[in-house]
């Protein structure tokens, strides 16, 4: 009988239906009722467990790498891990386990996580990681994915404005970041905006993993990789900076996925560290997913570190630290001797494996058919829709910052006017789009969006690539001599920052400045400069000079960047977008990128990011122009005064009374709140979409080095008409956006003045111990 069971398992296995994406428990199989693992109506977890151990030792080891194979005994089929959905679903890595080989041929492709940032719009991301959830489901319905775990988003912190990764995350603030890991996790696997809706049986229309986990933001340079590096971070900057992302990202988004770094923290491999994965993870944050590791990153443990002595020790390391699946064949290699010489145990491998089988009972693929249950409707018809398509767009246009606009040099007429495009990055598609994505919609770039106003838009690339080690000067001075308007499309591209390759320096590559400034000089009026880069690039030069009348940073503005900027510079749409980042001097590069300290220090290290940073800076953190002009008006707060009724305060060095957050209760930190609400006022003549941001300072400021000079408290976005006023309003609460981390990195509220601003209005409010 157990004979004629397996053969029709596996004559299942092998030739069932062929149109059905890979799953397992397919009610058409005669076996599925007899596996428990197959009924919907047990938990998750007794299901999960009802597969773990029905496995031999070798099928368990063969389970524990991303290219995980089938079990065709148990009708299990193969299943792939890796797949990426950064900005939009992508083929992306050597075994994708997405492919755009069928019915689908490509997915919307969004702005590159950076410039989305710069929409300050939860809403939005929320929305775009709906979408790019939902075209994932269409591609694995369609037969063409290989698994439904995709390993996005990046939430590292943009600490160093050389980092050739910060573009793949929304920047350099830990409020704005957690803000977008909930948004994103939320939107890709089917949950509300809100976080309330509850999913069917826990079903979730793809899977999201937060990485890297954590303090990861050197990929190479000056010689050290990310393979070797150690971060060395105090314990108050892993409170306040590194670890708040993913925190919320577990707590609030609930994400099933984590995947662990390449480097060391403090000596410690990230994978091998069970104070992160699970003291942290999943015992203070509740964390209920899988863990990966980064590719090959537990091979470095022993290869490269030497933090192992031996390739089984790396394996004991990351599988008792909680790590479940590793990127590569590692564990596949070596797991099985690691046993032997009983470095781990059998319950080390099985509790990995509940973790991993959970999750994909949890994405429906344990539930038969997944096209004939929920989402099980989305189809091929379903991406690239042009509702998807619209939303690039608006994802584009709300993302695109206007960084100077001296005399309202733009919007350009629209009539018929003598055009000169000028630079390497007016005509290529492909760099629009950033790292991280699969093929787009559509290709439309800057310069044919152009000519759909200015038809006879002449055009010159003017370096003969983004390196421009060689520029064709007098070209391109003839070609602005002639004409009435100029505008550069200028910038960076993947040749010059991507995943394993940092900046050197901050100016743009080889001979763009003279270019720049050559055309500037000839051109009959102020010139239009556009940057197309993810990383912030030091235009002092641009900044200063009056030749160069606007500058418009697109960051990699996805596939609709080239409509969305031809609108911009055209005045079909007013720009909103803010920097997410500091925009930093050449000279920062004499700051190391392995010092990962946030705070400045009495020696002259500057500190990083607009919180800490003291020093000078080419544009800061938010800034933003627009085609019209808003004020802010702060109403009364509901409390001005807010008392934390601690009965044993404590005292620090400034011999100020502090009360410490852990010990407040939840209690306390709801009652310690206010709101407050901000009048804006569109006083221009063009509508337009702005986001409001409101930070807070304490009375003492940054002086002693300890405190952020300011610390964004939220932000809202509000469209307006000209002269139209409206409202939004803000919870303030001490627990959360009044605290800082101390030395030993305790959050603590301090008692004293506190001040809330909004563009140059502000608004005190005390807090008393």
Not at 54 to 59: A, S
Not at 463 to 469: N, R
Not at 505 to 516: F, V, Y
Request: glycine share 8%; proline share 5%.
């Amino acid at each position: 009988m157990a004979k004629m069971i397996l053969l029709l398992l596996i004559l299942f296995f092998l030739h069932g239906v062929d149109s059905s994406p890979p799953h397992a428990c397919d009610a058409l199989n005669p076996t599925t009722k007899l596996f428990q693992f197959c009924r919907t109506d047990l938990s998750v977890n007794w299901r999960a467990r009802d597969i773990v151990s029905r496995l031999t030792v070798d099928e368990k080891i063969s389970q524990l790498v991303n290219s995980a194979p089938g079990i065709p005994r148990l009708g299990v089929p193969a299943y792939q891990w890796w797949s990426e959905a950064l900005h939009g679903v992508a083929d992306v890595g050597p075994t994708p386990g997405i492919r755009f080989n069928g019915m689908v041929k490509a997915a919307t492709s969004f702005p590159q996580v950076i410039l989305s940032a710069a929409s300050f719009d939860s809403y939005l991301w929320f929305r775009i990681a709906q979408v790019i959830g939902k075209e994932a489901r269409g591609v694995y319905n369609a037969g063409q994915a290989k698994g439904m775990t995709f390993w996005a988003p990046n939430i590292n912190i943009f600490r160093d404005p050389r980092w050739g990764r910060g573009q793949e995350t929304p920047g350099e603030d830990p409020t704005v970041t957690g803000a977008y890991a909930v948004a994103y996790v939320r939107g890709l696997q089917g949950d509300s905006f809100d976080g309330k809706k509850t999913l069917s049986g826990g079903h979730l229309q793809a899977s999201a993993c937060c990485k890297h986990f954590t303090a990861y933001d050197l990929d190479r340079w000056k010689g050290i990789t990310r393979y070797v590096f150690n971060a060395q971070v105090s314990l108050a900057d892993m409170a306040e900076t590194y670890q708040p992302p993913f925190k919320k990202c577990i707590e609030e988004g609930r994400a099933s996925g984590i995947m662990c770094a390449y480097n060391r923290v403090n000596g410690i491999p990230s994978c091998a560290d069970p104070n992160l994965l699970t003291r942290t993870a999943r015992g203070l944050w509740h964390f209920n997913g899988y863990i990966t590791s980064d590719c090959d990153a537990v091979s470095i443990i022993y290869d490269d570190q030497g933090y192992a002595k031996t390739p089984e020790d790396a394996v004991a390391d990351v599988l008792k630290a909680g790590m479940d699946v590793n990127c590569g064949s590692y564990l596949q290699n070596h797991t099985k001797s690691a046993l032997q010489q009983k470095k781990v145990s059998e319950a080390d491998i099985n509790r990995a494996l509940i973790n991993l089988f959970s999750v994909r009972i949890r994405l429906g693929l344990f539930n038969g058919d997944p096209t004939k249950l929920t989402y099980g409707n989305i189809s091929p018809n379903d991406i690239c829709s042009p509702s998807h398509q619209a939303l690039a767009l608006e994802a584009a246009r709300n993302g695109i910052v206007l960084l100077k606009n001296v005399l309202k040099l733009i919007p350009l007429s629209k009539r018929s006017v003598s055009l000169a495009v000028i630079g390497p990055n007016a005509h290529v598609a492909k760099t629009l789009l950033g790292n991280y994505a699969g093929p787009p919609c559509k290709n439309v770039t800057p310069l044919d969006a152009i000519r759909g106003y200015v038809k006879n838009a002449v055009y010159h690339k003017g370096c003969d690539s983004v390196a421009c080690s060689n520029a064709a000067v007098e070209q391109a001075v003839a070609i602005a001599r002639n004409a009435e308007r100029v505008v550069l499309i200028m910038g960076l591209d993947q040749t010059q920052e991507k995943e394993d390759m940092d900046r050197v320096d901050l100016s743009l590559p080889g001979k763009q400045r003279e270019l720049i400034t050559s055309v500037a000089k000839a051109a009959k009026r102020p010139v239009v400069l556009v940057l197309i880069c993810g990383g912030p690039v030091d235009v002092s030069f641009a900044k200063d000079n009056d030749k160069i009348g606007s500058i418009v940073w697109a960051g990699y503005p996805g596939e609709a960047g080239g409509v969305a900027l031809a609108e911009i510079l055209f005045g079909d749409h007013n720009p909103g977008g803010r920097l997410p980042v500091t925009w930093y001097p050449q000279n920062f590069v004499n700051v190391k990128m392995t010092d990962m300290r946030m705070r400045s220090s009495p020696s002259g290290y500057p500190g990083r990011t607009y919180r800490f940073y003291k020093g000078p800076k080419v544009f800061e953190f938010g800034h933003g122009l627009s085609y019209t002009t808003y004020s802010y008006q702060f109403k009364t707060l509901a409390q001005n005064t807010l008392y934390l009724n601690q009965s044993k305060p404590q005292t620090n060095s400034d011999s100020l009374r502090y009360a410490l957050v852990s010990e407040m209760g939840r209690e306390s930190c709801d009652t310690a709140k206010t709101k407050v609400s901000i009048v804006v006022e569109n006083q221009g003549e063009m509508a337009g979409k702005h986001p409001v941001l409101m930070f807070m300072r304490h009375e003492k400021g940054g002086e002693d080095g300890t405190r952020a000079e300011k610390q964004l408290v939220g932000f809202k976005s509000i469209v307006l008409s000209n002269r139209e006023k409206g409202e939004v309003e803000f919870e303030v609460g001490v627990c959360e956006h009044l605290s800082r981390a101390n030395e030993v990195g305790v959050m603590v509220v301090e008692e004293g003045k506190y001040f809330l601003t909004v563009g140059n209005s502000e608004l005190p409010l005390t807090v008393n111990v």
